[in-house]
C-alpha cells in the first residue's frame, strides 16, 4: 500500500498456506517470490513469508518489505483442536454477543451449578455467557417437562448447542459436542425437536441453524453411502486383494472422499445442494480413476482407463513436470470413456457433468496445487486442508464417514421395507431386484424425466410460435429476446452468488433449459387460446411483461425444483437457499403476478410428473398463506379499489358464492388481463377485446375506447380470494380435527370469524400469515365459549400440521418493524381490532354463520391418473414417464408395458405378451406350475359397482370383461376343489 504496510489479503494466504508443507516452496505472485519458512515439524501458528524483492520496482520492494518480518504468533484460541474463538473479527466483526466481548468461563461463578455441566462447558471451552444462557434453558426444560430425565448430558449439550447458536458464539464443533456426549445425529436431532416441543423459548435462529444441519447431513449421508456403492464396483474388494493392492485401495478411497469434501467445501457455498455435489463427487472419481493403479480397478473402469495416464513417465515428461511446477499447468481434461462410465452406472447426464468439471472442478485442482499432478493426491495434504474448512464451518467431520464412526451412523432401516420384486416362476427369466429410492437415485430419475421433452425442444421461438408473434398488432419477439437475455444474465450471476462463484456456467445451463420450457409451454397455451377464441391475434397478452417473466419464471423454477430433488424452503429467508421464492427475488416478480400463470402452467404441460404439478400447487399455496400478503404487494391496490367504487364497499369475494363449486376454467389470459370480466365470443381479438386493467401493466399497443371499468371486478382477484377461502377452511378444518373434535358445533363459528376478518379485515394480514388469523380466531371463539384452549395446545397441534414453520407463531409482526410470539400479536393486535366482532359470539343473537367452502378436487389431472380410451369398455391408458426405464427401477408390472413407437426388443417377448392377454388362465396356470393355491384376484377398481373412474358414468351392464372373470373365478374353485381331493386321497394312500 502506498501508505505503507503490505497486506495479504486472506484468499492469497490460504493459497500460500494450501501448498505442500513439508519442505521450501516458491510462489510467484505480481513480480514477488514467496517462500515458506514452514518445516515439516512447524506448528501452523509460526508459519511465515521469506519474500524477495530484488527483481521487483522501488514502490513494490518498499511494500514488501514488511513482510519479512518474522510472522506473528498466533493465540492459543486459534490454534486450539476446538477453535474457542468462533469467527475472525475481520470477516464479521464484532457484536454485543460475539465472543470478543464474553468473558471466558470461570468455574467460581458457577457454583451454584452442577459440577458435571460446569465440565462439560470447560471440556467444550465455551464462554461465560453462554455457560449461563445454557443453564436457564435447562432450568426452563426442567419446568416443562413432567418427569425428570435420565439422560442429562445429553440434553446439557443440547442447551450448549441452543446457547451458542443464539449468542453467535460458537467455540466448538458438532461433531467436539457429540464425542463429548456420545450422542449421534439422529439422537442430536432428536434431543433438539423434543425440547422444541416443549419449550416455545426457542428462537427461530435455532430452529434455521438445525434445520440447515440436518438437511446438510443427510445430503452428506447420501453421497457417502452412494460413493461406498460406486467404489464397490470401481475397485477390487479389499479383502480379495493380493500383496499392496490392499493398501493400495483403501489409500485411495480415502483419499478420494477427503479430495471431494475439499472440493465440495471449496466450490460450493450451498453444501446442501445435492446434485451438484454429486456431480461433483464423479469428477473426483474420475480424477482418481485416471491415476489409480490397473491392478485395482475393475471392469470396465480398468478399460476405459487405459490411456496416457498409466504409462510410466519418459525422462522429457519428467522434465516438462517439473518445469510445470513452477508454471501451474492446467489440468488435463476429463477422460471421456471413464465419464461415460461413471455416469451410465450412476443415470446420470454426461454433458452436465462434463460441464461441471471443466467449469468448476478444474479451477478447484488449480487452487489447491493439483494441476499438474499425475499420481494419487497424499490424503495428509488433503486432510489438513479440509481441516481448515471443517473448523471454520463448526459443522460435523464428515471425514468420519470413513471409519463409520458412532456419530455419523444413520438408523438401520429394515431390510423388508425395500421394494423388491416377487421371484419369478419362469426359469428362463432372470429375478431381479428392485433397489431402495434412495435421494441420489431419485434425483437422478427426476432429471431424467425432465430431460425426455426437453432435449428435443428449442431454445428459441420456433414454429407455430413464430407465426403467433408475426400476427400480433405489435409483434413482441425483439421484447421477448431482450427480455430472456437480460433475465439470462441476471440469473446466473445470482445463481453463482448463492451456489459458488465457480458456478455460473451451471445456472446458464439451467437457465437454457427453462428457457426451452418456458417456449414449449407458451405454444401449447396459445393453441389452447386459438382453440377456445378462433382467433390468433394475441398482441395484447403477448405484449404483456408480468406474462412473459412470470411464466419464464414458472419454467425455472420446475427445472430448480427438479435439480433441487425436493428441497423446499417452508419459510424463513435464505441467501443461499434455491428453493421457491428464490426465483420471485432474483426476477423482483410480485407473487400475485406468479399466481396467475401456475394452473394454466400446468394445465399446458402435460409431460410434467406427478411431484413437479405438487410442487407447483404447493407454490400457489405459499402465495395463498403469505407471500402475497407483503407490504408492497399488488393485492391491496386491487383490494382498495375494488372497495372504493361507486363509493360502495364491494366484496372480493362474497361468502354466499362459498358452497358453490369452484370453476376452474380461468386461463393466464383472463387473469392477466382482467379486471374485465365480459363473455368472450368467437372470432373476436384479444387485442380488440380485452382493455387494460389496474393489475394489468400498460402495453405498447394501441387500444380501442371501451367502457368505464368501474363497474368491472377483477378476475384475478375473484379467483384469488376464492382460492385462499378454500385453503383456510381446510387448514382449519384439519386444525379442529386434531383439537375440538368433542366440540363440533364450534368450528362453523370460528371459520365465519376467519372468514369475516379476511374479507373486512384484510388489512391484519398485511405482512402476516394465514394461519396467524386461523389460531388467534380459534383462540378467540374458544375463548367467549369457555372452552379451555390454550395457545400453547394450539401451537403444539399445528406443529404436526402438513407444511408449516415455526417461525409463523414465533414472528409475529405487532407494528413496524418489531415482531413478537403469535400470543403477543393477538393480545395487542387481533384482541383490539376484533374485540367487538368476538363478543358477539358470545351474546344471545350471535352473527350469521358464514357457508363453508365447497372444496373441490384438485383441478390438475396427474398424470399417473388412467384415462379410458374413447369407444372401448374397459381400455385405459397411461402416458409413459421415462422414454428409456432403466430395468434397474422398473416393477414387475412396468416391466411388460410396451411403448408404442419405441425398439421393444425381441419377438419372444411380443408373443408372450400375446400369450398372456389371450389366456384368461394365465395367472391361474402360473400358480398352478408352482404348485400354490391359488389367490383370489383383486378386483379391478373401474369395474367396481359398474363405475368408471375416470368420467364417472356407468355401464348398461356386466362387461364383457366381468363375465370372464366370473368364469375364471368358477374354474379355480373347481380346481381348488378337485386338488385338494386329490392331495386327500394321496394323503389316505400313504398312511394305509
Known amino acids: 500500500r502506498e501508505g505503507g504496510g503490505f497486506t495479504v489479503f486472506p484468499r492469497f494466504e490460504r493459497t500460500l498456506n494450501q501448498a505442500p508443507g513439508d519442505s521450501q516452496f516458491c510462489r510467484s505472485w505480481g513480480g514477488l517470490t514467496f517462500t515458506n519458512k514452514q518445516t515439516q515439524n512447524t506448528a501452523p501458528s509460526t508459519t511465515g513469508y521469506s519474500v524477495d524483492i530484488s527483481h521487483c520496482p522501488p514502490l513494490t520492494r518498499t511494500c514488501a518489505a514488511s513482510l519479512n518480518m518474522p510472522p506473528k504468533r498466533r493465540s492459543a484460541a486459534q490454534t486450539a483442536p476446538l477453535h474457542k474463538v468462533a469467527e475472525d473479527k475481520q470477516t464479521h466483526g464484532s457484536s454485543p454477543g460475539s465472543p470478543e466481548k464474553m468473558g471466558k468461563l470461570t468455574p467460581k461463578s458457577h457454583e451454584t451449578k452442577k459440577p458435571e455441566f460446569v465440565l462439560l462447558c470447560q471440556q467444550l471451552d465455551v464462554l461465560d455467557e453462554v455457560c449461563n444462557r445454557a443453564w436457564d434453558v435447562w432450568d426452563e426444560l426442567q419446568a416443562s417437562l413432567d418427569i425428570m430425565l435420565d439422560t442429562n448430558k445429553k440434553y446439557w449439550a443440547a442447551c450448549l448447542f441452543i446457547a451458542v447458536t443464539d449468542l453467535d458464539a460458537m467455540t466448538f464443533t458438532i461433531t467436539d459436542l457429540q464425542k463429548a456426549v456420545h450422542v449421534n445425529m439422529k439422537q442430536f436431532f432428536d434431543l433438539l425437536k423434543e425440547m422444541d416441543v416443549n419449550l416455545v423459548t426457542i428462537s427461530t435462529k435455532v430452529n434455521a441453524a438445525v434445520s440447515r444441519l440436518e438437511k446438510k447431513y443427510e445430503v452428506q449421508l447420501a453421497l457417502f453411502q452412494r460413493f461406498e456403492r460406486t467404489c464397490a464396483k470401481i475397485y477390487i474388494n479389499a479383502a480379495d486383494a493380493v500383496g499392496s493392492a490392499a493398501a493400495d485401495v483403501q489409500q485411495v478411497i480415502r483419499s478420494c472422499w477427503t479430495l471431494f469434501l475439499l472440493a465440495k467445501g471449496k466450490v460450493l457455498q450451498m453444501e446442501d445442494d445435492l446434485v451438484i455435489s454429486f456431480q461433483l463427487l464423479l469428477c473426483v472419481l474420475e480424477y482418481f480413476i485416471q491415476r489409480s493403479p490397473p491392478s485395482v480397478l475393475q471392469e470396465p473402469f480398468k478399460t476405459a482407463a487405459d490411456g496416457p495416464l498409466h504409462a510410466p513417465p519418459t525422462r522429457a515428461s519428467r522434465r516438462s513436470h517439473g518445469r510445470g511446477a513452477r508454471s501451474s499447468p492446467k489440468p488435463a481434461p476429463p477422460d471421456q470413456r471413464v465419464l461415460e462410465a461413471l455416469c451410465k452406472e450412476n443415470d446420470c447426464e454426461v454433458e452436465e457433468v462434463k460441464n461441471v468439471y471443466i467449469s468448476s472442478f478444474t479451477d478447484f485442482l488449480e487452487s489447491v496445487g493439483l494441476s499438474g499432478s499425475q499420481g494419487i493426491p497424499k490424503t495428509d495434504n488433503l486432510s489438513s486442508q479440509y481441516e481448515e474448512i471443517y473448523l471454520k464451518s463448526k459443522d460435523f467431520d464428515a471425514r468420519l464417514f470413513l471409519d463409520h464412526d458412532e456419530t455419523l451412523q444413520p438408523v438401520k432401516l429394515d431390510p423388508s421395507e425395500f421394494e423388491r420384486t416377487p421371484k419369478k416362476h419362469h426359469l428362463e427369466e432372470e429375478v431381479i431386484s428392485v433397489p431402495p429410492q434412495t435421494p441420489v437415485r431419485a434425483a437422478m430419475n427426476s432429471i431424467q424425466q425432465l430431460m425426455v421433452f426437453l432435449n428435443s425442444a428449442s431454445d428459441q421461438p420456433a414454429g407455430k410460435l413464430v407465426h403467433y408473434f408475426s400476427n400480433c398488432t405489435v409483434d413482441p419477439s425483439d421484447d421477448i429476446t431482450r427480455r430472456v437475455e437480460s433475465l439470462g444474465r441476471l440469473f446466473s ?52 411483461a408480468a406474462f412473459h417473466t412470470s411464466l419464464l419464471a414458472c419454467a425455472l423454477e420446475v427445472v430448480m425444483a427438479t435439480y433441487g430433488w425436493s428441497t423446499f424452503k417452508s419459510g424463513g429467508s435464505s441467501e443461499t437457499d434455491l428453493s421457491f421464492p428464490w426465483i420471485l427475488d432474483v426476477f423482483q416478480l410480485k407473487a400475485f403476478d406468479f399466481y396467475k400463470v401456475i394452473e394454466s402452467f400446468i394445465k399446458a404441460e402435460p409431460s410434467l410428473t406427478r411431484e413437479m404439478i405438487k410442487h407447483l400447487e404447493r407454490c400457489e399455496h405459499l402465495i395463498m398463506e403469505n407471500i402475497a400478503w407483503r407490504a408492497d404487494s399488488p393485492l391491496f391496490e386491487l383490494l382498495h379499489q375494488s372497495r372504493e367504487q361507486e363509493g360502495v364497499v364491494e366484496q372480493a369475494e362474497p361468502p354466499s358464492t362459498l358452497n358453490q363449486p369452484l370453476q376452474h376454467n380461468h386461463t393466464a389470459a383472463d387473469l392477466y388481463l382482467s379486471p374485465v370480466r365480459t363473455p368472450w365470443k368467437k372470432g373476436q381479438s384479444i387485442a380488440n377485446n380485452v382493455p387494460q386493467g389496474p393489475d394489468c401493466p400498460t402495453s405498447s399497443s394501441s387500444q380501442p375506447q371501451v367502457p368505464s371499468l368501474k363497474h368491472l371486478k377483477s378476475t384475478s382477484l375473484s379467483l384469488f380470494y376464492k382460492k385462499v377461502y378454500r385453503l383456510a377452511y381446510l387448514r382449519l378444518n384439519l386444525l379442529c380435527s386434531h383439537l375440538l373434535s368433542d366440540h363440533p358445533e364450534l368450528e362453523p363459528i370460528i371459520w ?9 379485515e384484510s388489512e391484519l394480514m398485511r405482512d402476516r400469515h394465514l394461519d396467524q388469523i386461523m389460531m388467534s380466531a380459534m383462540y378467540a371463539i374458544c375463548k367467549v365459549k369457555n372452552i379451555d384452549l390454550r395457545f400453547k395446545t394450539i401451537v403444539t397441534a399445528y406443529k404436526g400440521l402438513p407444511n408449516t414453520s415455526q417461525e409463523t407463531f414465533k414472528r409475529v409482526l405487532i407494528r ?15 384482541m383490539q381490532k376484533l374485540k367487538t366482532n368476538i363478543l358477539q359470539y358470545a351474546s344471545p343473537r350471535p352473527p350469521t354463520l358464514s357457508p363453508i367452502p365447497h372444496i373441490p378436487c384438485s383441478p390438475y389431472k396427474f398424470p399417473n391418473s388412467p384415462l379410458r380410451v374413447p369407444g372401448s369398455n374397459n381400455v385405459y391408458i397411461s402416458p409413459l414417464k421415462s422414454a428409456r426405464m432403466s430395468p434397474s427401477v422398473m416393477t414387475p408390472r412396468t416391466r411388460i408395458l410396451v411403448s408404442i413407437g419405441e425398439s421393444f426388443g425381441t419377438s419372444e417377448k411380443f408373443q408372450k405378451i400375446n400369450q ?69 386321497d394321496s394323503l389316505k394312500k400313504e398312511l394305509s
Open 493 to 544: 450471476e445470482r445463481f453463482a452468488q448463492s451456489v459458488g462463484h465457480r458456478c455460473m456456467e451451471i445456472g446458464s445451463q439451467r437457465f437454457v433449459l427453462g428457457v426451452r420450457l418456458y417456449y414449449r409451454v407458451m405454444e401449447s397455451m396459445l393453441k389452447s387460446e386459438e382453440e377456445r377464441l378462433s382467433v390468433q391475434n394475441f398482441s395484447m397478452l403477448l405484449n404483456n
Open 752 to 760: 365465519t370469524l376467519f372468514q369475516h376478518t379476511l374479507q373486512h
Open 816 to 830: 413496524e418493524s418489531q415482531y413478537d410470539s403469535i400470543i403477543v400479536f393477538y393480545n395487542n393486535v387481533f
Open 916 to 984: 398372456m392377454v389371450s389366456n384368461s388362465e394365465w395367472s391361474l396356470k402360473r400358480s398352478l406350475d408352482n404348485d400354490r393355491t391359488p389367490k383370489p384376484l383383486k378386483r379391478l377398481r373401474f369395474d367396481m359397482d359398474g363405475q368408471d373412474e375416470a368420467d364417472g358414468s356407468k355401464s348398461t351392464g356386466e362387461s364383457k370383461f366381468q363375465q370372464k372373470l366370473a368364469e375364471m373365478t368358477s374354474t379355480r374353485t373347481r380346481m381348488q376343489e378337485q386338488k385338494l381331493k386329490d392331495a386327500a
